[in-house]
T-cell receptor, first 116, second 112 residues
Framework: DTAVSQTPKYLVTQMGNDKSIKCEQN?????MYWYKQDSKKFLKIMFS???????INETVPNRFSPKSPDKAHLNLHINSLELGDSAVYFC???????????????FGEGSRLTVL | EDQVTQSPEALRLQEGESSSLNCSYT??????LFWYRQDPGKGPEFLFT???AGEEKEKERLKATLTKKESFLHITAPKPEDSATYLC?????????????FGKGTKLTVNP
């Protein structure tokens, strides 16, 4: 009974291809995120959605496009993949977006993307 | 820009050997400091939130403390199952953002 699930777990593809990663949460949370963990292990936020609306968009190339069909799903589509996109992408969700946000994020297990 | 620096990068302990991990931060108004645990091949798992200097939180063998410039995660009599990477993150009060800024983590290995 996974709380935040991502698919696929592993993705190996060629430069220039387009790929998607899907994320679903069954916690009833209203906010979902995409984080990127690069080879240096830094975990950096990419996007945040609250009730299907984009609320955080860090300086991410516009080749990355998040899509939230409903508040339980947040997908990440990546166009024209580059070598530097190789990383582990984590989906996460949280219960609230108020100023008293607790910092408790629920992460998925990650999707390891390798671009050859 | 908000920054989080964790030290050491890696720490090896014998079972039962207590130690501390450090997280120093630079942030424009601290809303909260958070500790997460990450096991290999898994997503980070939330441990603690600290809001103000002097605050402490405990969970089993872990105790997190906070000062105005840094946080410590004290591990008392660790067991091999405590082996993981421990991540520290901060959230600033600027802009009402829900963004967490993470450090690189400390990889802890506890040998039996």
């Amino acid at each position: 009974d996974t709380a935040v699930s991502q698919t696929p777990k592993y993705l190996v593809t060629q430069m220039g291809n387009d790929k998607s990663i899907k994320c679903e949460q069954n916690l009833g949370h209203d906010t979902m995120y995409w984080y990127k963990q690069d080879s240096k292990k830094f975990l950096k936020i990419m996007f945040s959605y609250n009730n299907k609306e984009l609320i955080i968009n860090e300086t991410v190339p516009n080749r990355f496009s998040p899509k939230s069909p409903d508040k339980a799903h947040l997908n990440l589509h990546i166009n024209s993949l580059e070598l530097g996109d190789s990383a582990v992408y984590f989906c996460a969700s949280s219960q609230e977006t108020s100023v008293w946000y607790t910092g408790e994020l629920f992460f998925g297990e990650g999707s390891r993307l390798t671009v050859l | 820009e908000d920054q989080v620096t964790q030290s050491p990068e890696a720490l090896r302990l014998q079972e039962g050997e207590s130690s501390s991990l450090n997280c120093s931060y630079t942030v424009s108004g601290l809303r909260g400091l958070f500790w997460y645990r990450q096991d290999p091949g898994k997503g980070p798992e939330f441990l603690f939130t600290l809001y103000s200097a002097g605050e402490e939180k405990e969970k089993e063998r872990l105790k997190a403390t906070l000062t105005k410039k840094e946080s410590f995660l004290h591990i008392t009599a660790p067991k091999p199952e405590d082996s993981a990477t421990y991540l520290c993150a901060v959230q600033s009060t600027q802009g009402g953002s829900e963004k967490l800024v993470f450090g690189k983590g400390t990889k802890l290995t506890v040998n039996p």
